[in-house]
């Protein structure tokens, strides 16, 4: 029997983040993004909610409750919905959290997983982006060369989600060895963190570039330690989190547009009763479902161990894909509109536009 439905936690998961994000995400929106930056306060009021520490055991100071990247997407989404830039601030910990609770080595959890449940928002973060038109996010520029009893790391990661403050990051790297992830602390002699990074979309989510001059870490900083990591499952899970925050940008678009288009009287009638516009509204819908069902089979193929490259590459290549379409189309509905910071349909299209890009070249 194939069920749909969304367990009792879950729908009351989902609930509270649709809350959230309606009632503070969305009202800050516009600031955070004309200002280029996050209140220390809206920060601290997302930690409160747990997004970190909920699906850590408790043995490391969290909630307990089991992990699950269906509920995850779920959460994503709705946060996404409010605001995407806020959403990927809130649970930028979540990335370097998740990492370690998923791959880490004994030793690495009980350093760094009690730090992620704490009082206080703990930044720390993940590194894929590099600054090259060609990037790979499996066969990366950024190089880990064995050096006795310690790795020593070179290259440039940009685009790191917190990284202005991050006090660690995950920083993938290539060796001879193959794949693998290294957790870099800030004050790493030869690492450079750049001021916050311009970009075109997500003003308001700070983030910066890690320039890596021969930085030394110790062979028990690699994730997993000896055992190592599995950087493609890391790559899906990053790739799911993505899709379902662009479907949750769609969302939110389509959601402006259709009461808009309602309201909006051109030629004694609603445009909402234009056949052009109604079928692009239509159609909009129709790509979000598509999109929402491959994020969730994606979700759930990793919640019960099975290899989900495939559909997690799907839903990522698929939701990069049709929510700029949609973003698009959102601003076209709007007409004039669509371009002048009165509505958020051109920060939403801004956002989509980055988004989709983020992962580089999409690869299996």
Not at 249 to 258: G, I, M, N, W
Not at 308 to 317: E, L, N, P, Q, V
Request: net charge negative.
């Amino acid at each position: 029997m194939i069920s749909f439905a969304a367990t009792e936690e879950q729908e009351i998961a989902r609930d509270t983040m649709r809350h959230f994000a309606a009632e503070v995400l969305r009202p800050a929106a516009r600031e955070c993004d004309e200002a280029s930056a996050i209140p220390d306060a809206l920060l601290a009021q997302a930690w409160e909610l747990g997004l970190t520490a909920t699906q850590i055991p408790e043995t490391y100071g969290g909630s307990g409750a089991a992990r699950s990247p269906v509920t995850n997407a779920l959460i994503l989404e709705e946060l996404a919905h409010g605001d995407a830039a806020l959403a990927m601030a809130a649970m930028a910990p979540s990335l370097f959290a998740y990492a370690v609770l998923d791959q880490g080595s004994d030793e690495q959890k009980q350093q760094y997983l009690p730090l992620c449940c704490g009082g206080r928002y703990y930044a720390a973060s993940l590194a894929w982006a590099e600054p090259t038109p060609d990037f790979d996010a499996l066969q990366p520029r950024t190089r880990a060369a064995r050096s006795g009893k310690k790795f020593v790391l070179s290259g440039t990661k940009c685009f790191v989600p917190m990284g202005d403050r991050a006090s660690h990051v995950l920083i993938t790297a290539g060796s001879d060895d193959g794949l693998d992830a290294f957790i870099v602390s800030r004050d790493a002699a030869g690492l450079t963190v750049t001021a916050p990074e311009g970009n075109l979309g997500l003003h308001a989510l700070p983030t910066a570039r890690w320039q890596l001059d021969a930085v030394e870490v110790a062979a028990a900083d690699r994730l997993g330690g000896a055992a190592r990591g599995d950087m493609r499952r890391l790559l899906n899970h990053c790739r799911v989190a993505l899709a379902a925050i662009m479907t949750g940008v769609s969302r939110a678009v389509l959601d402006y547009c259709v009461p808009y288009a309602k309201d909006r009287v051109a030629f004694d009638e609603p445009i909402a009763r234009k056949q052009a516009i109604a079928f692009r509204l239509a159609d909009m819908h129709i790509e979000i479902e598509c999109a929402r069902w491959l994020v969730w089979k994606a979700a759930s193929q990793l919640e019960r161990g099975l290899d989900a490259t495939k559909s997690a590459h799907f839903a990522r290549g698929y939701t990069a894909e049709k929510s700029m379409w949609i973003a698009d189309n959102g601003v076209q509905v709007l007409g004039g509109h669509g371009f002048i910071r009165e509505h958020p349909v051109e920060m939403w299209y801004r956002n989509a536009r980055t988004l989709s890009v983020l992962e580089g070249a999409t690869c299996v």
